[in-house]
């Protein structure tokens, strides 16, 4: 007889231990999966409002990478180009900023009394603490101070990158040459709209497409061909806004006859940066003046639609004054960092040192170029980035530039081997740039009037703009709208930057 417990009660006794032995599991599992979100939680939220230049927000595989290379998580709100400067403002008077907040060069003067009412950091002070921040331009650094105080960290740019986009193609087809002059761009212009370009047999193309900007539109870079000082030039002991300038007017009377004789799309005061590039993206139009860096992007995204779609570059085009270009300091924006949102000094450390941590070579290559073997390939020391990879790299990581500090200087940021065609043209036409550029004068400048009224003063000045190029007022009026920007505070401007720049010992 065989001693012990009946085998119906060993088989529900080793089921027992095997659920056991799986809840057990479970729980440990469970235990280990709560461990790491915890530690995901423990990390600091770093929040960020930034431009959206793309349709397509960044790969969330990338934002992840970045988020556990700097053990932070990130808390980005994307807001598209054409609507950002607005939403900015919006967040700014609602104190619903985020931590770190996003400020477009032109926006700059916007925010100005905000920063010196004391809505944020002043972080100067602290860059020494940081190994990469530290090392941040000097010069660059003072262009964007205020009041001799770093207050944001700068996204650097060259000088200026502006300059002609054109089809190709479309110049081939008509057995044009790429344009020299002012003249000689308004011929191609004028033949893009009329002598069938594309070779369809339709009335279905135009030269030129521009949107309701005045600065990054085509308008100011127009203007520097035709020797319109950039904002203010001095002339004796006293600063002119350009707008009084005969190169400013010169300007508006071409583009009233680009208007007048539909070269240009005739919606060009309203329309959105958005429609502009896809009128050209879709081969309605053949130029496109702005950023020389956007050819390459606009190029793929042509293919896309027309195979046959070539693109060219222009950055010298002679005006009645020689080459002129205009240009900004070497930072396009800032970060500044909200007192609202940031409630102590530790908290504004930990958003710094995420900055910082971007700059080291294993974040910054990784927002720069993407993921090894899916957007880029190592040869050496080098990049090289696929052609058959480029329609990825737009669409997942192109946006992702516009969290780069300081990226044109960083060291750590590796070399490309060899660059798309038309991006190694932009970048060597705008290092070309260099040599003909016209500087604003009141840059570092103050004064109070501008800083309190520059939104009111700007406005009289674009609608002026715009009205006389739709024909909506002639050249008295145009004067009259400038003698109402003196009156409103113009003139007050005018008095300060002349006292400042004089004072701070400029020759006459």
């Given at each position: 007889?065989?001693?012990?417990?009946?085998n119906?009660f060993?088989?529900?006794?080793c089921?027992?231990?095997?659920?056991?032995?799986?809840?057990?599991l479970l729980?440990?599992?469970?235990?280990?999966?709560k461990?790491?979100?915890?530690?995901?939680d423990?990390?600091?939220?770093?929040?960020?409002?930034?431009?959206?230049?793309?349709?397509?927000a960044?790969?969330?595989?990338?934002?992840?990478?970045?988020e556990?290379?700097?053990?932070?998580?990130l808390?980005?709100?994307w807001?598209?180009?054409?609507i950002?400067?607005?939403?900015m403002?919006t967040?700014?008077m609602?104190?619903?900023?985020k931590?770190a907040?996003?400020?477009?060069?032109?926006?700059?003067?916007?925010?100005?009394n905000?920063?010196r009412?004391?809505?944020f950091?002043?972080i100067?002070?602290?860059?020494d603490?940081?190994?990469n921040?530290?090392?941040?331009n000097?010069?660059?650094?003072?262009?964007?101070a205020l009041?001799?105080?770093v207050?944001g960290?700068?996204?650097e740019?060259?000088s200026?990158?502006?300059?002609?986009?054109?089809?190709?193609?479309?110049?081939e087809?008509?057995?044009?040459?790429?344009?020299?002059?002012?003249?000689e761009l308004?011929?191609v212009?004028?033949?893009?709209?009329?002598?069938?370009p594309?070779?369809n047999?339709?009335?279905d193309?135009?030269?030129?497409?521009?949107?309701n900007d005045?600065?990054?539109g085509v308008?100011k870079t127009l203007?520097s061909y035709?020797?319109?000082?950039?904002n203010?030039?001095v002339?004796g002991?006293?600063l002119?806004?350009?707008?009084?300038?005969?190169p400013?007017m010169?300007t508006?009377?071409?583009m009233?006859?680009?208007y007048?004789e539909?070269?240009?799309?005739?919606?060009?005061?309203?329309t959105s940066k958005e429609?502009?590039?896809?009128?050209?993206?879709?081969?309605?139009?053949?130029?496109?003046?702005?950023s020389?860096?956007d050819?390459?992007?606009?190029?793929?995204?042509?293919?896309?639609v027309?195979?046959a779609?070539?693109?060219?570059?222009?950055?010298?085009?002679?005006?009645?004054?020689?080459?002129k270009?205009?240009?900004?300091p070497?930072?396009?924006?800032?970060?500044?960092?909200s007192?609202?949102a940031?409630?102590?000094?530790?908290?504004l450390l930990?958003?710094?040192?995420?900055?910082d941590?971007s700059?080291?070579?294993?974040v910054?290559?990784?927002m720069?170029y993407?993921?090894?073997?899916r957007h880029?390939?190592?040869e050496?020391?080098?990049?090289e980035?696929?052609l058959?990879?480029?329609?990825l790299?737009?669409?997942?990581?192109?946006v992702?530039?516009?969290l780069?500090?300081?990226?044109?200087?960083n060291?750590?940021?590796?070399?490309v081997a060899?660059?798309?065609?038309l991006?190694?043209?932009?970048?060597r036409?705008?290092?070309?740039n260099?040599?003909?550029i016209v500087?604003?004068?009141?840059?570092?400048?103050?004064s109070?009037?501008?800083?309190e009224?520059?939104?009111?003063?700007?406005k009289i000045?674009?609608?002026?703009t715009?009205?006389?190029?739709?024909?909506?007022?002639?050249?008295?009026?145009?004067?009259?709208e400038?003698?109402r920007?003196?009156?409103?505070?113009?003139?007050?401007?005018?008095?300060?930057y002349?006292?400042?720049y004089?004072?701070n010992?400029?020759?006459?």
């Amino acid at each position: 007889m065989v001693s012990g417990k009946p085998n119906g009660f060993r088989s529900k006794g080793c089921a027992l231990l095997i659920l056991l032995s799986l809840v057990s599991l479970l729980l440990s599992s469970c235990m280990g999966r709560k461990d790491n979100q915890a530690s995901i939680d423990d990390r600091p939220v770093v929040s960020i409002m930034a431009p959206l230049h793309f349709p397509h927000a960044p790969d969330p595989a990338i934002i992840d990478e970045i988020e556990k290379l700097t053990n932070t998580n990130l808390d980005i709100e994307w807001v598209p180009d054409g609507i950002y400067s607005d939403k900015m403002n919006t967040s700014l008077m609602t104190n619903s900023l985020k931590k770190a907040t996003f400020v477009k060069y032109t926006d700059y003067n916007l925010v100005k009394n905000s920063v010196r009412s004391g809505a944020f950091w002043e972080i100067g002070p602290y860059l020494d603490q940081f190994a990469n921040l530290r090392q941040l331009n000097e010069d660059i650094l003072n262009q964007s101070a205020l009041d001799d105080k770093v207050y944001g960290l700068y996204t650097e740019r060259l000088s200026s990158r502006q300059g002609v986009i054109i089809r190709e193609d479309w110049l081939e087809r008509l057995k044009m040459d790429k344009p020299r002059t002012i003249d000689e761009l308004y011929e191609v212009m004028k033949a893009f709209t009329y002598e069938d370009p594309d070779g369809n047999g339709k009335a279905d193309t135009f030269g030129i497409a521009d949107r309701n900007d005045l600065i990054f539109g085509v308008f100011k870079t127009l203007s520097s061909y035709f020797g319109t000082p950039n904002n203010w030039t001095v002339s004796g002991h006293e600063l002119i806004p350009e707008f009084e300038t005969e190169p400013y007017m010169d300007t508006m009377n071409f583009m009233r006859k680009l208007y007048d004789e539909r070269i240009i799309n005739q919606e060009f005061a309203v329309t959105s940066k958005e429609v502009q590039r896809n009128l050209f993206i879709r081969g309605k139009v053949g130029v496109y003046i702005g950023s020389m860096l956007d050819a390459q992007r606009l190029a793929d995204a042509a293919k896309v639609v027309n195979p046959a779609a070539r693109f060219t570059l222009v950055n010298r085009i002679e005006g009645p004054h020689g080459y002129k270009i205009w240009s900004i300091p070497n930072f396009n924006g800032l970060y500044l960092f909200s007192k609202k949102a940031i409630k102590t000094e530790e908290e504004l450390l930990q958003i710094l040192s995420f900055f910082d941590r971007s700059m080291e070579k294993d974040v910054a290559n990784l927002m720069k170029y993407g993921f090894e073997g899916r957007h880029y390939k190592v040869e050496g020391n080098q990049v090289e980035l696929p052609l058959e990879s480029q329609e990825l790299r737009s669409n997942e990581l192109s946006v992702l530039y516009t969290l780069m500090i300081a990226d044109l200087s960083n060291p750590n940021i590796m070399k490309v081997a060899k660059q798309d065609s038309l991006t190694e043209m932009a970048e060597r036409l705008s290092e070309d740039n260099e040599k003909f550029i016209v500087r604003d004068p009141t840059v570092g400048l103050k004064s109070k009037t501008y800083d309190e009224k520059n939104v009111e003063l700007y406005k009289i000045i674009s609608d002026a703009t715009y009205n006389y190029i739709l024909g909506h007022l002639d050249e008295a009026g145009y004067r009259q709208e400038i003698e109402r920007w003196k009156r409103s505070g113009g003139s007050n401007v005018v008095q300060e930057y002349t006292q400042d720049y004089f004072g701070n010992g400029n020759a006459g």
